[in-house]
Structure formats: structure tokens, C-alpha cells
């Protein structure tokens, strides 16, 4: 069964270091979707991207944070200059594109440690 | 506004008991979608249904069920014959409006343990 897929499962870095996670999208979707959890938080919703360009993010979604998907398969998030609050854990989801409310399928996640 | 409200933090039973988690939205949208993820330990989230806001028939899975009210705005989701298993954090998610973008609106989430 197609699943997403992230890497690394587990980020460590420096306050002010730039970070780049990774994502695999299900192959056939065209729906992308970041997410970020907060230990013991709910999921916050953070971008939306579609035909390459975002198509709605949140107020979390500063100009610390970009995406992108520089190739077919790859979508990536990149936070330019970690702060200690985005440490958490980020899912990457994938939709297929047949209808915009369809189900939503999540990657097993990255967790971000910023020290 | 759009927003979820899972208004049990924690929820304790004993493998065998059924168990009901509540889920309330908020949604101004005559067109939405609702649905509960599994978050067990090891951390990913797992699609359990989706549910569109036209179709009110309940839903049975297994040991899994979901009532869906309009008049009470509640996606409610009840596991029957609880098991050790079933022990993970279970969110409640909102999407929907014709120029959504299909974000998920997530509530708080219900935290079950069941114990052996």
C-alpha cells in the first residue's frame, strides 16, 4: 500500500541553524500539506501546496519557514533559523487531487529537537 | 470560525468496556468533512474515517462506530470491546467550505488508555 514517507525521523540542531525536512508524497497526489504537533499538542495546521505554489498557510507559516517540491517527488520543509519553540514534531500529508476534501494521508513524522 | 472541540482530555477504561469519545465542530460552511485520526505511541497518525456533511448515516467498522448529528454539530466515535491496543491519542479533524483548501482544523485530541 502507498504511504508517505519523511526524513530523518529525528532532527537535533542548533538555535539559528537552518533545517530541511523531508517528505515523499503517495505518488499519485497532488495535495501537500505540512503540519506541526507540539508535544502533547494538537495538530496545527501550517501550509498547503498545489500545482508548486502554496496555496494557504497559517500565521505559524512566517518568513522563517518555505516549501517547495523540487523535483516530482520530493516536498520539502525548510526552516531558515530555528527558534527553540519549533521544536516538535512535523507531518508531512498528501491528498489526491481527484477532489480537494479527500482524505488526507499522513507520513509517521519528524521530530525536531532545537537546543 | 472553524473549530473542533474534543472535550475529554483523558479517558481510563478496562479492556472489555465500551467507550464513547466526543467530538463538537463549529463550521459556518454548509459543505464540510470530518474525521478521526489514531495517534497511537509510536507517534504517526493513522486515518480511521472521513465522513462528508451530507451523509448522516452512522457508520460501523468492526468494533468501530461513528454517530454523526447535524443538529447537535457532533462526530462522535465509539469503540466497542475495548482492547489494550486501542490505547493511543484520537483526534477529531475538520475540513470543508468550497474554497478550502482542505486544510484539517484538528481538535485537542482524547488520550485512551485501556487497561489489561
Known amino acids: 500500500e502507498p504511504e508517505v514517507t519523511q526524513t530523518p525521523s529525528h532532527q537535533v540542531t542548533q538555535m539559528g541553524q537552518e533545517v530541511i525536512l523531508r517528505c515523499v508524497p503517495i505518488?499519485?497526489?497532488?495535495?501537500f500539506y505540512w503540519y506541526r504537533q507540539i508535544l502533547g499538542q494538537k495538530v496545527e495546521f501550517l501550509v498547503s501546496?498545489?500545482?508548486?505554489?502554496?496555496?494557504?498557510k497559517s500565521e505559524i507559516f512566517d518568513d522563517q519557514f518555505s516549501v517547495e517540491r523540487p523535483d516530482g517527488s520530493n516536498f520539502t520543509l525548510k526552516i531558515r533559523s530555528t527558534k527553540l519553540e519549533d521544536s516538535a514534531m512535523y507531518f508531512c500529508?498528501?491528498?489526491?487531487?481527484?477532489?480537494?476534501?479527500?482524505?488526507?494521508?499522513f507520513g509517521p513524522g519528524t521530530r525536531l529537537t532545537v537546543l | 470560525a472553524q473549530k473542533v472541540t474534543q472535550a475529554q482530555t483523558e479517558i481510563s477504561v478496562v479492556e472489555k468496556e465500551d467507550v464513547t469519545l466526543d467530538c463538537v465542530y463549529e463550521?459556518?460552511?454548509?459543505?464540510?468533512?470530518l474525521f478521526w485520526y489514531k495517534q497511537p505511541p509510536s507517534g504517526e497518525l493513522v486515518f480511521l474515517i472521513r465522513?462528508?456533511?451530507?451523509?448522516?448515516q452512522n457508520e460501523i467498522s468492526g468494533r468501530y462506530s461513528w454517530n454523526f448529528q447535524k443538529s447537535t454539530s457532533s462526530f462522535n466515535f465509539t469503540i466497542t470491546a475495548s482492547q489494550v491496543v486501542d490505547s493511543a491519542v484520537y483526534f477529531c479533524a475538520l475540513s470543508g467550505g468550497s474554497s478550502n483548501t482542505g486544510k484539517l482544523i484538528f481538535g485537542q485530541g482524547t488520550t485512551l488508555q485501556v487497561k489489561p
Open positions: 505518488s499519485n497526489h497532488l495535495y
Open positions: 500529508a498528501s491528498q489526491d487531487g481527484y477532489r480537494r476534501t479527500d482524505t488526507q494521508y
Open positions: 463550521t459556518r460552511d454548509t459543505t464540510y468533512y
Open positions: 501546496f498545489y500545482n508548486n505554489e502554496i496555496s494557504e
Open positions: 465522513r462528508n456533511s451530507f451523509d448522516e
